[in-house]
Structure formats: structure tokens, C-alpha cells
């Protein structure tokens, strides 16, 4: 016995012709997930006129389904769903309304009802989907899926009446079928208006696929080739994107199954984020080469000071501004304002290794730990913590030493990630620091202004640890 068959027997007073209609449109239920890119199930009524059960789901395989567990079995509360229920009472389509799933999560349900050869309503197909689903919809826009048979079974079973409760008429994309003859038997309201944004003043029904076809594709090579056809064209000021799907020869009212989608928006979209994306380049490889300009002017004025505390605060200031650089110029490789500390930390080795002499010495410095992106305000903040440690390590920690070694250690966590620098040096008594040290007041300010983190320093004779932890 079928799960819908054992449901119906328990909770409703079908009959069996009833539930054997129900159990026909159960087979074709992922098709109308996919095709619909929504949960979709089947309720039927109860002997309480406030609760239906759902019989049966589908979940689509193109995008997440909003649900962790099967409903198959549960209860749709008329609190929780008044559009089921409305429908399930009056027999007609609702489109749009809220609901709250069996999960809790908040949907919009489009119902349409399911009614036996007496025009008795026995259940309904409820298509399922998020509040904020229209907002993602703009990120990926991605054709239909590849289950071309139950795509054409379910079309074929829902154009079998072209009214308002006919649940293609509630779809977003122009669908179009076609008979053997390549003559059209059916259009969505979409497809209708589609065409008629295109100058096309006749009724598509009646009308030869080659008058239609958007690609300039005719239909005899299409059903002779027999593979189902994905493209895209642009016509006129929009952006389409079409299907063609072949059905095996069962019979001749449906031969082709033709979807277009308009992505004119998306494109638009695509070309302003492409746009954008060169701009935030330009601007990043400006403000670079504009802090590489101010740090070789520093050093050119540098080189003409006799005092070397002026030479000494010049050369920090340059550093940091190198740092600030560093981070700034991978933004500018990416055009994107997400970045990877690991790679900024490189480049901040690379530059403080090529600026601080320490060619006498055999001082080595090891970056290892997790890849994390961050955002370019939280990049430049913690370029500039790296660049102060990393500066004092090696003037201060090695100078009893010809050799040492500096390891960075990055650390990614669920809410924290920590950043961890330890050298093999000297060390020095941390209450001996002095209070108006700069680079220290610099990174503890960071620390806790920029990164609302915390900072720690232990030190020894066998060296020292600065760790510091910044929000994920």
C-alpha cells in the first residue's frame, strides 16, 4: 500500500478513484519541484475542517529545499496555512499568501486544487517558497534541470485545461508546447506577454514554431536530432534564455516543451557588478601606488637626515606605510573587497625582510596556519599589528643573536580567529615597556578599536609571544 493511499484511508473519506488520481499526480511531483524551483506538496482534507494532511512532497534538486526532515504525514493547521485550506473549501487557486511551515520557517504558498471527474475538490498542490527567495534568485540564475521526462510529463499532466487554476499560469517563465506538426497548443499568460513585448499582435496558439523560435532554430532538425536544446539570445533590449525539451513519441499533442526565461535584469546586473569590480580595482592599484610614492619620498628625505631617531621614526613610518600598501595591492589583483590575511602576511615578510638590514644575520620567519578571508578595513588593521611586531622582533629580539627564528600562526575559529607571533629571541621584562611606546599604543589601539579583540605579550629568555584575536 502506497504511503498516500495508507494516509487518505486513515485521515480523509476519499474514495479509491480518488486516491488513484492523487497517487498519478505523486509521479510527477519532482518534475513541478524542479520545473517551479520550490518544495511542492500534495494536502488533502481531513474530517477536520481546519487541518489537512499532507500526503506527499518533493523537494527540488536545482536549489536548497527549505526543508531539513520529510512533512509527509504532518498536519497543515489552518493557523499555519489558511491558503491550503482556503483552497481545499472553495475549490480555487491562491497565489502569494504567507504561511508557516510544519519547521516554522515563513513561505509564501501558491495552491492550486486537485479535483476528480465530478469537479469535487480532493486535494491540493501547494508550491512552497522562501519570503526572501526572490532576493537570492538574483545571484545564480540557473536553467531548468536536466530530468527532461518528468519535466514533460508534468507539463503534459497541467496543460491538460487552460484556466486559472492551471498552476503554469502562475509560473515566472513563458512556456510554450508544441504538437508533431510544430504548431503551438499552448501558452502561459508569460509566454503571452512575452511576445507581445516583442510586436507580436496574433494569439500564439495555432501559430508554427519557426514564426516563434527566438534562436532562428527550426523544428523539423530539432526533433530529428532528438536532444534537448540550452541558449541564450538577445532580442531587441532583452535578454532571453531558452529551452527546448523533446518528448519521446507517445503521442501528437506534445512534441516540444519550449521555456524561455527573461534574465534581463541578471544580465544588467552581471555588467554592473563586472563594472564595479574594474572600479574598486582601479581604485585599490591607485591608493597603492600612491602609498608607494609617500614611502619612497619618506625615504628619499630620510637619507638626507644626519639624526639617526628622525632617520629611526622616518623608517618605522615607511614600514607601515609599505604594510598598508601590501594590502592594498592584492585588493587590487582581486576587485574584490574580501581578502586573504595569509597572503597580506606574506607580503608584509617579503617588504620588512627587503627593508630592515639584517643581512648579517640568519633570522627566518615562518607564516603557517589557515587561510582567512576579511574584509579590507579588518586586512589593513591587522597588516599594521603584523608590521609593528614583526619591526620590533627584529630589531630588539636578535641583537646577542646571529641567527633566529620568527613564527606567525594563524588560527581560524567559529566566532575568533587568533593571530599568534613568537620569536626565539632575548625577550624582555613587559613591565619594563615604556607606557608612550608608539608602535605598542599602535597595536594595542588596533586591537581593540578596530578588531574589538584582546591582546596578550609573554615574554622570556627563550623569547616571545604576542597573540591578539580579531571577529570572524
Not at 509560473?171 to 503571452?192: Q, T
Given at each position: 500500500?502506497?504511503?498516500?493511499?495508507?494516509?487518505?484511508?486513515?485521515?480523509?473519506?476519499?474514495?479509491?478513484?480518488?486516491?488513484?488520481?492523487?497517487?498519478?499526480?505523486?509521479?510527477?511531483?519532482q518534475?513541478?519541484?524542479?520545473?517551479?524551483?520550490?518544495?511542492?506538496?500534495?494536502?488533502?482534507?481531513?474530517?477536520?475542517?481546519?487541518?489537512?494532511?499532507?500526503?506527499?512532497?518533493?523537494?527540488?534538486?536545482?536549489?536548497?529545499?527549505?526543508?531539513?526532515?520529510?512533512?509527509?504525514?504532518?498536519?497543515?493547521?489552518?493557523?499555519?496555512?489558511?491558503?491550503?485550506?482556503?483552497?481545499?473549501?472553495?475549490?480555487?487557486?491562491?497565489?502569494?499568501?504567507?504561511?508557516?511551515?510544519?519547521?516554522?520557517?515563513?513561505?509564501?504558498?501558491?495552491?492550486?486544487?486537485?479535483?476528480?471527474?465530478?469537479?469535487r475538490?480532493?486535494?491540493?498542490?501547494?508550491l512552497?517558497?522562501?519570503?526572501?527567495?526572490?532576493?537570492?534568485?538574483?545571484?545564480?540564475?540557473?536553467?531548468?534541470?536536466?530530468?527532461?521526462?518528468?519535466?514533460?510529463?508534468?507539463?503534459?499532466?497541467?496543460?491538460?485545461?487552460?484556466?486559472?487554476?492551471?498552476?503554469?499560469?502562475?509560473?515566472?517563465?513563458?512556456?510554450?508546447?508544441?504538437?508533431?506538426?510544430?504548431?503551438?497548443?499552448?501558452?502561459?499568460?508569460?509566454?503571452n506577454?512575452?511576445?507581445?513585448?516583442?510586436?507580436?499582435?496574433?494569439?500564439?496558439?495555432?501559430?508554427?514554431?519557426?514564426?516563434?523560435?527566438?534562436?532562428?532554430?527550426?523544428?523539423?532538425?530539432?526533433?530529428?536530432?532528438?536532444?534537448?536544446?540550452?541558449?541564450?539570445?538577445?532580442?531587441?533590449?532583452?535578454?532571453?534564455?531558452?529551452?527546448?525539451?523533446?518528448?519521446?513519441?507517445?503521442?501528437?499533442?506534445?512534441?516540444?516543451?519550449?521555456?524561455?526565461?527573461?534574465?534581463?535584469?541578471?544580465?544588467?546586473?552581471?555588467?554592473?557588478?563586472?563594472?564595479?569590480s574594474?572600479?574598486?580595482?582601479?581604485?585599490?592599484h591607485?591608493?597603492?601606488?600612491?602609498?608607494?610614492?609617500?614611502?619612497?619620498?619618506?625615504?628619499?628625505?630620510s637619507?638626507?637626515?644626519?639624526?639617526?631617531?628622525?632617520?629611526?621614526?622616518?623608517?618605522?613610518?615607511?614600514?607601515?606605510?609599505?604594510?598598508?600598501a601590501?594590502?592594498?595591492?592584492?585588493?587590487?589583483?582581486?576587485?574584490?573587497?574580501?581578502?586573504?590575511?595569509?597572503?597580506?602576511?606574506?607580503?608584509?615578510?617579503?617588504?620588512?625582510?627587503?627593508?630592515?638590514?639584517?643581512?648579517?644575520?640568519?633570522?627566518?620567519?615562518?607564516?603557517?596556519?589557515?587561510?582567512?578571508?576579511?574584509?579590507?578595513?579588518?586586512?589593513?588593521?591587522?597588516?599594521?599589528?603584523?608590521?609593528?611586531?614583526?619591526?620590533?622582533?627584529l630589531?630588539?629580539?636578535?641583537?646577542?643573536?646571529?641567527?633566529?627564528?620568527?613564527?606567525?600562526?594563524?588560527?581560524?575559529?567559529?566566532?575568533?580567529?587568533?593571530?599568534?607571533?613568537?620569536?626565539?629571541?632575548?625577550?624582555?621584562?613587559?613591565?619594563?615597556?615604556?607606557?608612550?611606546?608608539?608602535?605598542?599604543?599602535i597595536?594595542?589601539?588596533?586591537?581593540?578599536?578596530?578588531?574589538?579583540?584582546?591582546?596578550?605579550?609573554?615574554?622570556?629568555?627563550?623569547?616571545?609571544?604576542?597573540?591578539?584575536?580579531?571577529?570572524?
Amino acid at each position: 500500500m502506497s504511503m498516500i493511499r495508507k494516509l487518505c484511508k486513515e485521515y480523509t473519506d476519499l474514495s479509491n478513484k480518488d486516491i488513484e488520481k492523487l497517487e498519478s499526480i505523486e509521479g510527477i511531483l519532482q518534475g513541478i519541484a524542479d520545473l517551479a524551483k520550490a518544495d511542492v506538496f500534495i494536502d488533502c482534507p481531513t474530517r477536520d475542517s481546519n487541518e489537512a494532511i499532507v500526503v506527499a512532497e518533493a523537494k527540488p534538486y536545482n536549489v536548497p529545499s527549505m526543508y531539513k526532515k520529510s512533512v509527509v504525514g504532518q498536519l497543515a493547521l489552518r493557523d499555519n496555512e489558511p491558503a491550503a485550506l482556503r483552497t481545499l473549501e472553495l475549490g480555487l487557486t491562491t497565489i502569494n499568501l504567507k504561511a508557516v511551515t510544519q519547521e516554522n520557517a515563513n513561505v509564501t504558498q501558491k495552491v492550486a486544487p486537485i479535483k476528480n471527474s465530478e469537479g469535487r475538490t480532493i486535494g491540493v498542490l501547494i508550491l512552497e517558497q522562501d519570503i526572501t527567495e526572490h532576493i537570492n534568485n538574483n545571484r545564480h540564475m540557473q536553467m531548468l534541470t536536466e530530468t527532461t521526462e518528468q519535466l514533460t510529463e508534468t507539463i503534459v499532466s497541467l496543460t491538460s485545461t487552460n484556466n486559472e487554476d492551471n498552476i503554469t499560469y502562475h509560473l515566472n517563465d513563458a512556456i510554450m508546447i508544441f504538437n508533431s506538426n510544430g504548431i503551438a497548443v499552448f501558452s502561459n499568460p508569460v509566454a503571452n506577454l512575452l511576445y507581445k513585448k516583442l510586436g507580436y499582435k496574433d494569439k500564439l496558439i495555432g501559430m508554427s514554431f519557426e514564426n516563434l523560435a527566438l534562436d532562428g532554430r527550426t523544428f523539423n532538425p530539432m526533433v530529428k536530432d532528438g536532444n534537448s536544446i540550452a541558449s541564450e539570445v538577445t532580442v531587441g533590449k532583452l535578454c532571453l534564455q531558452i529551452k527546448y525539451i523533446l518528448t519521446k513519441p507517445k503521442n501528437d499533442r506534445i512534441k516540444m516543451l519550449m521555456i524561455v526565461r527573461d534574465i534581463t535584469e541578471v544580465k544588467e546586473k552581471e555588467k554592473e557588478l563586472i563594472l564595479k569590480s574594474v572600479a574598486i580595482k582601479e581604485i585599490h592599484h591607485r591608493v597603492k601606488n600612491n602609498l608607494q610614492t609617500i614611502a619612497s619620498l619618506l625615504r628619499l628625505q630620510s637619507r638626507r637626515i644626519d639624526n639617526d631617531l628622525t632617520k629611526y621614526a622616518l623608517n618605522e613610518s615607511i614600514s607601515r606605510i609599505l604594510s598598508i600598501a601590501a594590502t592594498h595591492e592584492l585588493l587590487a589583483q582581486n576587485g574584490i573587497d574580501d581578502i586573504d590575511i595569509k597572503e597580506v602576511i606574506l607580503r608584509i615578510k617579503a617588504n620588512i625582510l627587503r627593508f630592515f638590514s639584517i643581512s648579517s644575520k640568519n633570522i627566518i620567519i615562518n607564516v603557517q596556519g589557515d587561510s582567512i578571508q576579511i574584509n579590507s578595513d579588518k586586512a589593513t588593521s591587522i597588516a599594521l599589528i603584523v608590521n609593528e611586531i614583526l619591526q620590533n622582533s627584529l630589531e630588539h629580539a636578535f641583537i646577542d643573536k646571529n641567527e633566529g627564528e620568527i613564527n606567525i600562526y594563524i588560527e581560524k575559529g567559529t566566532s575568533y580567529c587568533k593571530l599568534i607571533i613568537e620569536d626565539n629571541g632575548r625577550g624582555f621584562d613587559p613591565k619594563c615597556i615604556n607606557p608612550e611606546n608608539l608602535g605598542l599604543n599602535i597595536v594595542r589601539s588596533i586591537v581593540k578599536d578596530k578588531l574589538n579583540g584582546s591582546l596578550n605579550i609573554y615574554s622570556s629568555n627563550s623569547g616571545t609571544k604576542v597573540e591578539f584575536d580579531f571577529k570572524n
